[in-house]
């Protein structure tokens, strides 16, 4: 079975400092992990993704996410919060079994202080 | 943004009435999702087709239905619809390689 869980429902960064939102999955399989951000009133957009490549998957907006297989976390961090990053973020992983249902955490919500 | 268009995209209802929810693809995707978001539960799989009719449900399926006659519209439909129902309805879609694209959103209330 497949589960994902965000550590964190609500981070607040200052802008310009570094940013850290935490997800941790459970998979059966080798998993395929996703981290979606949605602005407000908007749909939702894909950062970035790992697929069993390079474990530092770098996305848009300069986000990356590390996969540590040791520790099933696949945090996402950016060395410098801009204004326009706040927003929610959910981390996602993969069912591989027919369809690639994907399952999705609970959020976090991004907020940056000026 | 990939073609895919959601109808309505806001819908207010009275409890116990049909409610029937359109995606529509201009991609020729094989996957299409529904799901519903909510505060504190993220986003949550209602139902899913993985080609023309052929679906599955998901965590919450119950109390929704879908049907999916030509591989561009995945329709949902609330049989009767509830307060609890009320939410944010996501479509999304894909092709083999996993990535997801979504729709813009239905907000659906149910009074």
């Known amino acids: 079975a497949q589960s994902v869980t965000q550590l964190d429902s609500h981070v607040s960064v200052s802008e310009g400092t570094p940013v850290l939102l935490r997800c941790n999955y459970s998979s059966s399989y080798s998993p395929s992990l996703f981290w979606y951000v949605q602005h407000p009133n908007k749909g939702l957009q894909l950062l970035l993704k790992y697929t069993s490549a390079a474990t530092l998957v770098k996305g848009i907006n300069g986000f990356e996410a590390e996969f540590k297989k040791s520790e099933t976390s696949f945090h996402l961090t950016k060395p410098s919060a801009h204004m326009s990053d706040a927003a929610e973020y959910f981390c996602?992983?993969?069912?591989?079994?027919?369809?690639?249902?994907?399952?999705f955490g609970q959020g976090t919500e991004l907020s940056v202080k000026p | 943004d990939a073609g895919i268009t959601q109808s309505p995209r806001h819908k207010v209802t009275e409890t116990g009435t049909p409610v029937t929810l359109r995606c529509h693809q201009t991609?020729?995707?094989?996957?299409m999702y529904w799901y519903r978001q909510d505060p504190g539960h993220g986003l949550r799989l209602i139902h899913y087709s993985y080609g023309v009719k052929d679906t599955d449900k998901g965590e919450v399926s119950d109390g929704y239905s879908v049907s999916r006659s030509k591989t561009e519209d995945f329709l949902l439909t609330l049989e009767s619809a509830t307060s609890s129902q009320t939410s944010v309805y996501f479509c999304?879609?894909?092709?083999?390689?996993?990535?997801?694209?979504f729709g813009s959103g239905t907000q659906l209330s149910v009074l």
């Open positions: 991609e020729n995707h094989r996957y």
């Open positions: 996602v992983v993969s069912a591989r079994e027919r369809g690639g249902k994907l399952i």
């Open positions: 999304a879609i894909s092709a083999l390689n996993e990535k997801l694209f």
